[in-house]
């Protein structure tokens, strides 16, 4: 066991709309897709959900039950002069499917492999908003996401 | 208005992506169809639909 960091650790790739059936991906689809991992500077892939109160006049306790559930996707990249993936690759309206291997994956450069586990993301893309521009700051910019498909957050790639 | 969705293909898989997002994803290895398979916006598809007719 060990504690670790995203660097040098986490990949991320990004599936076109269409591939991915169900939300399981094949090693061979994470293997065609477009590595974003070079451009993220940050990833916020998280879901929350409700509970619903619910009290009675014969206890103190207030009890709840579950409600709903829902998630939100946004990432920030980095824009490059010489080669725009990210930016290009995340047009708003653009739908398709995030893996995310946080531990990585026992391929190349840490690229997910069958029998690893990843992060299924089918989302799309509702806003790609640049950060605002200042003297000696990188330029980069937002991608934030609607979750479109109940995520799938402990998939093995087969 | 539905915006128009080019198909592309890898290695027998098949997606859909923003015409601006076609050169990034031929960088990677993926192709453009030329099948005539590529989603046209429902509006503009109607309008040409109304002309013919």
Redesign the interface.
């Known amino acids: 066991m060990a504690r670790i960091i995203p660097n040098e650790n986490t990949w991320i790739g990004f599936?076109?709309?269409?591939?991915v059936v169900d939300q399981k991906p094949t090693a061979?689809?994470v293997a065609?897709?477009?590595?974003l991992t070079g451009y993220c500077i940050s990833l916020n892939a998280s879901s929350r959900g409700n509970t619903v109160p619910t009290p009675a006049f014969d206890s103190l306790f207030e009890t709840s039950t579950a409600g709903t559930s829902a998630a939100t996707f946004d990432a920030d990249f980095y824009r490059d002069d010489e080669?725009?993936?990210a930016w290009?690759?995340?047009?708003r309206?653009?739908?398709?499917t995030f893996i995310i291997a946080r531990y990585g994956g026992k391929g190349a450069d840490n690229l997910p492999i069958a029998a690893d586990e990843v992060e299924v993301w089918t989302v799309m893309v509702t806003s790609r908003t640049m950060a605002n521009m200042s003297s000696n700051t990188v330029l980069t910019f937002t991608a934030s996401c609607s979750v479109n498909v109940e995520p799938d957050e402990n998939y093995v790639l087969t | 208005m539905a915006?128009q969705?080019i198909k592309?293909t890898?290695?027998g898989?098949?997606?859909?992506?923003?015409p601006?997002?076609v050169?990034?994803?031929e960088?990677?290895?993926?192709t453009r169809a030329d099948d005539g398979s590529s989603e046209k916006p429902k509006k503009a598809a109607a309008k040409k639909t109304e002309k013919e007719g």
Do not use: C, M
């Not at chain 1, 599936?15 to 591939?19: A, C, E, F």
């Not at chain 2, 898989?13 to 923003?18: I, L, P, S, T, Y």
């Open positions: 599936i076109p709309d269409g591939t061979s689809q065609g897709a477009v590595e080669d725009d993936t290009e690759t995340l047009p309206s653009q739908r398709g | 915006e969705r592309i890898k290695d898989d098949e997606g859909f992506v923003h601006s997002a050169a990034a994803w960088r990677n290895g993926w």
